[in-house]
């Protein structure tokens, strides 16, 4: 029992940054009901424009971070300008295919540009780890967790009482009525993908960090989508919760049952959620008024 | 007095097929509070999307004609711009967003207004409505039907609009509301100078509130003419109003609509 707390608080560390990448899903199908399968890799191409600042222009890492949250802007704007726009209107499924599309060319493109090799991202946090009453936190996944948190409380903040952020949930909420307000739609989808893929360059660092950067990182990013769904496709509040209780289950059932089931039991835990409650924790089909 | 909004022979089609408006004519003059009447599918909704731009959306076209707001086409202006420019559409069935509290609703119609400052633009929305301010935290979709259609004539006031389409606002509501609501749209008119086109269904309560009245049917203006006017003609009177002649009630079988009907398009 003495472990418990010491895995649990490695697990939800964890959690943390599934919630972070979590969030960039469930913030592009909130507003343009695309379930973006090229959410992973576009984590990857974050983690590897940092890598490329800070390792190999070895430029100082806080540049190097504004660098690369400057170029992940540009990159989610553009996608969603060059790829996802154009299909506006068109069934649900194209779209979802063309996001599959672009995952592979996104596979396939950091392969080309930086080699299919693993690297060690360059160290950002400290490098203790952190103890708390005697239970060690490898530094990474501590400082990680951190980076996540604070970013999603700012996005939820900039959600709740911003005016773009007030236009992004009204535009999430009705397209037509949103637009009969002013609010420029098509200018909000960019905007969503260019938060989202803010989070996922985030997230990208903190993954490299904790374990190594390859162009096949973006795997987590599908395992992430299962939390997504667990905490319901459209609830953030539901994504940040779930990814914590993946995380834990993940720790714990590594540390208890065995690693090979690390990656199995979360998943069995979701099918049994699900049956239970098919919209996810906190996926409201809709607001029904009686 | 001047015109601010001017449908000028207008004929729109729906997926390239189905013609909804086969040459309708309207005009708002400024300051005056213009309605249309006509039964469902006879083209109502359909004029207010034409006019505010949303029928792309629909995959709606005006094939021939043209709307003309303060003298401009409005052609090819998407609707966010038309909305910052003065012409807010207030969608049938309110449109709230459910999720979004009271005031965020509010804060998201700002974008149609370009110099906003927020307090004061609350304020006013409050004043007209109080009911809103109380429940100004509370989710939008648990907001009464009347008060959700309060939010939505709210949210277009925060535009500060210089017209104002209004999708039959009386729909589905208590008549305790309408009439509240219906006293907010005369002072909205009286006192903001917004000059108003209203869809209603109700046509004794539209009455009360226009000046100039027009009768579609069959995606064309059958009648129109001052509400005084309108309100002396014998088949308004029967159709619309519910009057009958010589107070008499009438039995079904005496009534061939259509061929009443017919002569109005002659």
Known sequence: ????????????????????????????????????????????????????????????????????????????????????????????????????????????????????????????????????????????????????VSAIIILVLVFRFTRSGIAMRATAGDQIAASTMGINVPSMFSLT???????????????????????????????????VILGGLDSIFGAILAGLIVGWIEAVTGFYIGAAFKDVVPFIVLLGILILRPYGLFGTPEIERL | MSTVLEVNNIQVVYQHTVQALRGLSLSIPKGSIVTMLGANGSGKTTTLKAISGLLHLENGDITSGNIQFFGKDTRGTPPHKLVRKGLFHVMEGRRVFEELSVESNLIAATYADKEYKKNERLEEVYSYFPRLEERRRQS???????????????????????????????????????????????????????????????????????????????????????????????????????????????????????????????
């Open chain 1, 193 to 227: 993908w260019i938060y989202a893929s803010l989070t996922s360059a985030l997230a990208g660092i903190v993954v490299g960090s904790i374990t190594t950067l390859n162009p096949s990182m973006g795997i987590i990013g599908l395992s992430v989508l299962a939390v």
């Open chain 1, 1 to 148: 029992m003495e472990f418990l707390l010491e895995v649990s608080l490695v697990g939800l560390a964890i959690g943390g940054v599934y919630a972070l990448i979590a969030v960039g899903y469930s913030l592009v199908y909130r507003t343009t009901r695309v379930v973006n399968f090229a959410h992973g890799n576009m984590m990857m191409f974050g983690a590897y424009f940092f890598f490329t600042f800070a390792a190999l222009l070895e430029l100082h890492w806080s540049i190097s971070i504004i660098l690369t949250l400057l170029c992940a802007a540009f990159f989610g704007a553009g996608i969603e300008r060059l790829l996802i726009r154009p299909m506006l209107g068109r069934p649900a499924i194209s779209i979802v295919m063309v996001t599959v599309g672009l995952a592979s060319i996104l596979h396939g493109g950091a392969q080309m540009i930086w080699s299919a090799e693993d690297f060690f991202m360059p160290q950002i946090f400290p490098d203790a780890p952190l103890v708390f009453d005697g239970m060690y936190i490898p530094s990474n996944t501590a400082y990680g967790f951190l980076v996540a």
């Open chain 2, 140 to 266: 939008a979709g648990y907001l009464s039907g009347g008060e959700q259609q309060m939010l939505a004539i709210g949210r277009a006031l925060i535009a500060k609009p210089k017209v104002m389409l209004l999708d039959e606002p009386s729909l589905g509501l208590a008549p305790i509301l309408v009439n509240e609501i219906f006293e907010a749209i005369k002072r909205i008119n009286a006192e903001n100078g917004v000059s108003i086109l209203l869809v209603e269904q109700n046509a004794a309560l539209a009455f009360s509130v226009a000046n100039y009245g027009y009768i579609i049917e069959h995606g064309r203006v059958a009648l129109d003419g001052t509400i005084d006017k309108l309100s002396q003609n014998t088949d308004v009177q029967e159709f619309y109003l519910g009057i009958e002649k010589h107070g008499k009630s009438r039995s079904f079988k005496d009534v061939k609509h259509y061929r009443r009907r017919k002569r109005w398009l002659s």
